[in-house]
């Protein structure tokens, strides 16, 4: 068994290149080569003796090792950089890292950055996104905006607001839409279901309609806004995309989601001006 720790440049080129999923991106961002990346990455995969990616042609995978290591390296960097900050005093609490689902980082968070900037211009966030499970990274960020069933109880989260969800699809589609013949998309793992829709309005799934599922709505809702078919969405997700008519409801039914976004806040005592200034704005924003 191997002792001490792979070096610190082979961690930070496969942390890099997991989170973009390209070498090529991994080396734009640390301003390396793609050779010299693709090595640390060789050379951290021989140390731990497991493959991290899956090489295809035009795009990597990472393998389950992989996955299941990130979060260890990501959360290894978040506490170096805190603990630096901490030692040199740089930040005087203006810098803040919260993290969010992939969805709710693209379609809400970042269209509205400019409007929290604008009003904070101080404020320096690093916003990532959890792979995987992420109670697992959660430590790592001082501000956490997560997706689920009663947090309330279990992390002390506040619900921002009660979801409601509905099929969705781009107005190419809209006059002519029928879930019957139309491709379903959906985010996997989610109650609020093409089934679950159905039945509200006393209708049944045939065997054989299948459903084609992304493991987050980024790539469902992104599917059908380029008019691959209709998609479950909700509220929270759905409407900047709505207002923009980048999407249409095509029916008027609703159900009701258990699943809801959560803002957990630091502990009061570990709170700084600039978490405090983002967990108000949040709250403006969802009116809670």
């Not at 720790?5 to 640390?30: D, I, K, M, Y």
């Not at 693709?38 to 990472?62: C, M, P, T």
Request: one cysteine or more.
């Amino acid at each position: 068994m191997k002792q001490g720790l792979p070096p610190l440049n082979w961690l930070r080129a496969f942390e890099a290149s997991a989170r973009s999923l390209s070498f090529t991106g991994a080396a734009a961002e640390l301003n390396m080569t793609q050779s010299a990346v693709s090595q640390h990455i060789k050379n951290l995969e021989q140390f731990l003796g497991r493959a991290l990616f899956v090489r295809r042609s035009r795009s990597l995978q990472l393998t389950e090792a992989g996955f299941n290591y990130l979060p260890t390296v990501q959360e290894a960097f978040a506490t170096l950089s805190a603990g630096t900050r901490a030692l040199i005093g740089g930040d005087r609490g203006r810098i803040l890292t919260v993290q969010s689902n992939m969805a709710f980082s693209a379609f809400w968070l970042a269209p509205r950055l400019g409007e929290l900037l604008a009003r904070h211009p101080w404020l320096t966030l690093n916003v990532v996104t959890a792979i995987g499970d992420p109670a697992r990274t959660a430590p790592a960020a001082e501000v956490e905006v997560r997706f689920g069933r009663g947090l309330d109880d279990v992390v002390g989260g506040r619900r921002l607001a009660r979801e409601r969800a509905y099929p969705v699809c781009s107005p190419a589609l809209a006059e002519a839409a029928d879930w019957r013949r139309a491709n379903l998309l959906d985010c996997a793992g989610i109650l609020a279901n093409w089934e679950a829709w159905l039945a509200a309005r006393g209708e049944r799934l045939p065997a054989d309609k299948m459903v084609q599922l992304g493991s987050t709505y980024v790539i469902s809702l992104n599917a059908a806004t380029a008019g691959a078919g209709l998609a479950m969405a909700h509220d929270t997700l759905a409407a900047g995309l709505l207002a923009e008519s980048r999407l249409t409801k095509p029916f008027d039914t609703e159900i009701e989601m258990a699943e809801a976004y959560y803002l957990i806040p630091p502990a009061a005592h570990e709170a700084t001006p600039a978490s405090r200034v983002f967990c108000e704005w949040m709250a403006e924003g969802f009116e809670v």
